[in-house]
């Protein structure tokens, strides 16, 4: 199955915004054994995106995605577009038009008469509801061609395509053919030394390994396609294995782990509060923390001591311990987590501190360097991380790791 | 002037890296005023690529450039392309020859016979030098049209763009057409509702205005073109001028302005401190400012006091304010300012209070309700905000208008 992904938007022909969706796109398609031959960029003008559209269906793919011009402004046109390039005529469609009225009122609020546009969709069009915003996506047949049209915000984007536009694509997939695959999510570790640990395991489709790299954070994704789902799920179970033991130290998450998510619930569960003392990572993990609707039940509070004084005066860090060791150490990291536990009156103290850089490491304390401790009933565990990489791949490196570090404790995995 | 732009490599298509060249490339033009019509990736195949640029050479634009396959593998192939394409034949060009195998000399090495390729261009070629790599770029006139070919690597392609390209570029752009825009960047309005701000002035597309929504966060981009730089400086300033004052109040930044940025600068020039209470953003805003390398000289700490106890206990703020007015009050954040300035020890103190949601809210207290406050001297500041949408957009737009609250005071423009 061959395809072609048109994306649609003025701002990423300006550069306004990066193009991740090509990125992302690639990874997923390539996974589900669908190879993407042509990518085309195009901004919000009717006759640009229609000679697009024409060209896109003049070649020989059998599926095209576009993304983005779904909003409710008068630049959104992707529908429009697609309707007069088919000649199809644009029809109102009652379910859609309910919902976004309701996504509105839900949020107290009446639905602006802009909006009605998104629930116009060209004759025919299989719709895909979006359970996030107001702009649904579609999918479309016309002359043995898939056209998927979806939303451009990637918070939109994404949880559409894992949903209903991965189950539809599966079925056409090669007469019906198998694709499942497993997300590690790695730390504290370069994309070029987790390939090197990997060398002798790539090169093959199937089963295969793709990589993704982000700020503190690489997804190696494994992949097996097959004709037959239990032989398939064997594949990938096998191949999965082995490159887990290989990078087994490095993971912090699998799959679609939401790591603040995950801690959360066990936090819930098991009755448990948490409060959270931060250098480095400056407030991060708070706001991953209390990203989750509802955390005020087991999130108490957080401290960013950037200076010392606050470190001491806040934390009850002794300046005996920041005077002997630095305020980069085993022990400062140790003296604030039960120091936050306290001043939070949790049951858990998390803390960070580090040197995330570009300035202030030195031989004997690099930049990457981070110390995480959790104080837990009579107990204080500390662990020494490096982070490779920019400023922000440093904290948000440190970040994935002090999640998982709390969610290894509540799981009984590292006390 | 317009351009397009053809990024090769499979790779791309793939996902295995993130086009960034599409992002530097079109905020390069767009400040150069050329205008970007297309972008096209394609992969490393001789057939789609002859394709993708024969397609290129049959539209308008006066500039087309070409990324990637300059290397000396197999898979290599843009000048032979470009070549084959333009009808024109390969020349060894003996100074890049020489430069080549110097580049290797000057490493110890020898020169691989398969680098020779490099020193092949069309014939008539304007040869761009590479001092970072051993792939020369060029510059080719075709039929009225520009065509830059340049390596993929972005050490090598930057250098060369903003040495020899820029160069050559302005000499072009020069009684071409110039493009000007400007960006307002705003927060506690939905994007429907923007655009009912504008529906009068929006309709053309020159002036024109666009639109891109972020969580927290919606761009509207006015543009302007024309023939003549100051009369299209003019239109912009005239046009940009009546949509600021329609959006004036909901305005947090404007063009490339990085918040965290501007207000560290402001801070470090004044010589002031800051500390900040965060409640509903827990943590975001300390994460924000500390985000800037360096911003530990003005940033001494923060507090995400997500329960009474901590707003009462570290903050100071009195129980008999949080029991008459409620933890989502004036009041509260008034109290929370003055308490994390004394806690942190700084000489500002910012601080929220708010309802994030999606729970939380009542009829008098609605989600999306967010109190600023801002004790600075003997004077605290307070501001009332609604924020539609979603917790993440609650939560970012709270923490745009805080920063922004911060800016503005700092350059006396809200005491």
Known sequence: MQAELIFTGTELLLGHIL???????????????????LNTTVGDSREAMSRVLQQALGRSSDLIIITGGLGPTTDDITFEVVAEVL???LILDQESLKKIKRFFLDRGAIM???????????RGAKILPNNVGTAPGAVLGFNNKTLIILPGPPNELIPMFEGAVATCLSKKVAGGE??????????????????????????????????????????????ARGAVSAQVEKLLEDFAGKVRIRLEKHIFACDDDILEDLVGKLLLAKGLTIGVAESCTGGLI?????????????????????????????LGVSMEILNSYGAVSKETAEAMAVGVRA????????????????????????RGLVYIALAAGPITICREHHFPGIRMAVRQGTVNAALNMVRQYLLGKNS
Chains 1, 2 share one sequence.
């Open 286 to 314: 708070a706001a991953r923390l209390t990203d989750i609707p509802g955390s005020s039940a087991y999130f108490k509070g957080g401290i960013v001591s950037y200076s010392n004084e606050m470190k001491n005066r806040i």
């Open 343 to 366: 001043a939070a009156g949790a049951d858990l103290g998390l803390a960070v501190t580090g040197i995330a850089g570009p300035a202030g490491g030195t031989a004997a304390k690099p």
């Open 19 to 37: 193009n991740t969706h090509a990125q992302y796109l690639g990874v997923m398609l390539s996974i589900m054994g669908i190879e993407v031959g």
């Open 178 to 223: 198998v694709i499942r695959y497993r997300i590690f999510k790695l730390t504290g570790i370069s994309e070029s030394a987790v390939q090197d640990l990997l060398k002798d395991m790539g090169g093959q489709d199937n089963p295969g390994i793709a990589y993704l790299a982000k700020p503190g954070e690489i997804q190696v994704r494994v992949s």
């Open 112 to 122: 602006p008469e802009s909006n009605v546009k998104q629930a116009y969709f060209p």
């Open 87 to 89: 000649g199809l005529p």
